[in-house]
């Protein structure tokens, strides 16, 4: 018994030297292509020192974006929320026809460029587009807006949620929920006292994500915008903007606040998997 | 409650799950619907159960016609083969789930809903795993969670569907013998629904035998046992030997082509003729089991086997060994012809 393990432990470990170099190998390329970079956007935000970097963010124009980044994730997030429990409900749960179609739409997003999902939406409500006449004579206005914004916001991370849940849901079946209906439970209440419970870790993770891209939505978003500052300009996009006017100082003050959100996600995202993985549930 | 099932058909695309099914079930009894793996005997307990619905046929309760019910209406009891637990709920909350989502005029309080789960626990010999997670309880004690949480609501009706069919061989026996005790306390209209004949005629006051979505037969499990209606029970039930009516004219007595039907423990082994039916074979094999002893022998020239069973006291009588001849004859047996034979499945 005692031999047999040992022979375990010797066939399934490398030698020394191998192990080293798998180690030096994979610490080089993260520290090149992942450490290197984060450390320059906050080495270059902080070069001139922490009071331009202040004043950099709260110029009006970097205040306007900031809030603008919060606003469009503050409405695509919820959105996704209600819209990814809905899908991932629905084809986790039921057979019904064009259900593999709704999968395939759900990857949409993801397949396709986000410049050409800001484009669709210039070309459905622009001045030029299908609808925009008529938006134009109800004097209202979506592209090159805040609407607009939030609408490629909501498209671009529509599969987030939907993605998270649906493996999930698919896994869990759907015993529980035909248990709590025997049992006498109402829709609602087997959606909220043994649906929701049971994805509840996985939901999170998605919006923790969704979040994340929502706010970092480069392409799509600026598409749509037209860039008009202090008006509709996103962080990203006003990051943008002042690189391209050698305003460097500002330009990665504001992508440090970006970087920092970035790294808020992961510490939030091990911290919830961290929890789900204590009150043994699957993510 | 009663329940009576007429003329019910389901079928998933072009395959027949339930075909044309009349059944009547008393009220208080506990019925086995039996049958190989399929969909057939599991599709029945959720259609009356109202989680699936018939193509066509009807349903009634004590005469009345449930088809518009849906499950939550139906005061049904379901008791899944995976157990279906809430896994985020402790014991005490899987059971007391179904008193909680009671209506508001009809939930108990708090006080009466401890007391009902407490009972419950009891009843199911478990109060002390109350405060425990699902995830943390061995398979048999979940099934009897899950069993505790269905008796929860007071239902009219029993379904479990396979509910020992997870379970391994020494908690299967305790358990279906203390469903039976169970039932006998409560009375509740019961089907179970098992593969294994063991359990249907251990259990059950009657076996309903399925097979490809029909009902082959319906009877005590005595009746199914002594005197099956179809071949295919008398294969599914129990051990047989088949005998065709081409070589074994003098046993199947017909003219056309037939086949005997015959128990291993219904054949008579001599050293000597019995008559001049009496089949002349060698033994090729014996092996005591327990309480049995199982012979098996091939007739001269034949490659086939016979299986025999013989009880340990009539074996140590007149002992047997490899390679002896005999003489072989079966004192009962039932024929059925071959035209029923080729529905049989391949067993």
Redesign the interface.
């Known amino acids: 018994m005692s031999n047999h393990s040992i022979q375990r432990i010797i066939s399934t470990h490398e030698s020394r030297s191998v192990t080293l170099l798998l180690i030096t190998v994979a610490l080089t390329y993260l520290v090149l292509f992942l450490g290197v970079p984060l450390f320059a956007v906050f080495y270059e935000a902080l070069r001139k020192g922490w009071l331009l970097y202040w004043a950099a963010l709260r110029e009006p124009d970097a205040w306007s974006a900031i809030k603008l980044t919060l606003l469009s994730a503050a409405i695509a997030v919820p959105a996704n929320l209600v819209f990814g429990i809905a899908a991932a409900w629905a084809i986790a749960k039921f057979e019904f026809r064009g259900r593999s179609l709704l999968i395939t739409l759900i990857d949409l997003p993801f397949a396709v460029s986000p410049v050409v999902s800001g484009l669709v939406y210039v070309l459905l409500f622009g001045a030029q587009g299908w609808f925009g006449p008529w938006l134009q004579a109800h004097d209202i206005k979506l592209i090159f807006a805040v609407p607009g914004i939030v609408l490629a916001t909501i498209f671009v991370t529509f599969p987030f949620i939907a993605r998270e849940l649906i493996p999930l849901m698919q896994a869990q079946g759907k015993e529980e929920e035909e248990a709590a209906i025997s049992l006498g439970a109402s829709g609602w209440q087997t959606f909220w006292r043994v649906t929701l419970p049971n994805i509840k870790w996985g939901l999170l993770y998605g919006v923790i994500l969704c979040n994340a891209r929502a706010m970092g939505e480069f392409g799509a978003v600026s598409v749509v915008s037209g860039h008009i500052r202090g008006m509709t300009n996103t962080m990203p996009l006003h990051v943008e903007i002042l690189y391209n006017e050698y305003n460097f100082a500002a330009a990665f003050a504001v992508a440090s606040l970006l970087a920092l959100l970035a790294l808020v996600t992961l510490l939030v995202k091990s911290l919830v998997e961290l929890q789900a993985r204590r009150s043994g549930e699957p993510l | 409650m009663s329940i009576t099932i007429e003329n019910l058909n389901k079928h998933f695309g072009a395959y027949k799950a339930l075909d044309n099914i009349n059944l009547e079930i008393n009220s208080g009894e506990l019925i086995a619907l039996l049958g190989p793996s399929g969909r057939g005997k599991t599709s029945l307990l959720r259609i009356i ?3 699936d619905v018939a193509n066509s046929g009807k349903l009634l309760f004590q005469g009345e016609d449930v088809e518009q019910r ?3 209406e ?5 008791v ?1 083969q ?1 157990y ?5 709920m402790t014991v005490f909350e899987n059971v007391a ?2 008193l909680r ?2 209506p508001k005029k009809q939930r108990p309080n708090e006080a009466e809903i401890k007391r009902r789960v407490h009972e419950l626990l009891n009843l199911v010999q478990l109060d002390w795993l109350a405060d425990r ?1 699902p ?1 943390q309880l061995s398979g048999g004690q979940r099934q009897r969670i ?1 069993l505790a ?2 008796l ?2 007071e239902p009219n009706i029993l379904l479990l569907d396979e509910p020992f069919g997870a379970l391994d061989a020494q908690v299967r026996k305790e358990l279906r013998r203390w469903l039976r005790r169970l039932h006998d306390e409560l009375h509740i209209t019961s089907i179970f629904v098992t593969h294994d004949q063991e359990e249907a005629l251990e259990v059950a006051d009657r076996v309903v035998v399925m097979n490809k979505g029909r009902i082959e037969q319906v009877g005590t499990p005595d009746e199914v046992y002594a005197n099956p209606a179809t071949p295919f029970v008398y294969q599914f039930i129990g051990n047989v030997n088949l005998f065709h009516s081409r070589e074994h004219a003098m046993w199947t007595k017909q003219h056309g082509d037939a086949v005997a039907y015959v128990r291993p423990h219904d054949i008579d082994i001599s050293a000597t003729p019995q008559d001049d039916t009496a089949l002349p074979v060698e033994v090729k094999l014996v092996r005591a089991i327990g309480s049995v002893v199982r012979v098996e022998v091939a007739a001269d020239g034949s490659g086939e086997f016979i299986e025999i069973e013989l009880s340990r006291e009539r074996f140590d009588a007149t002992p047997l060994s490899g390679g002896d001849k005999v003489f072989i004859r079966p004192r009962q047996f039932r024929v059925f012809e071959t035209g029923v034979k080729s529905e049989l499945p391949a067993a």
Do not use: E, I, S, T
């Not at chain 2, 139906?74 to 379901?78: E, L, T």
């Not at chain 2, 279906?84 to 985020?88: D, E, G, W």
């Open positions: 159960g109202g989680l849906d499950a939550r139906r005061n049904v009891g379901f899944f995976h279906a637990l809430f896994r985020h789930f179904g989502v009671k997670y995830a899950a949480r269905a929860a609501v």
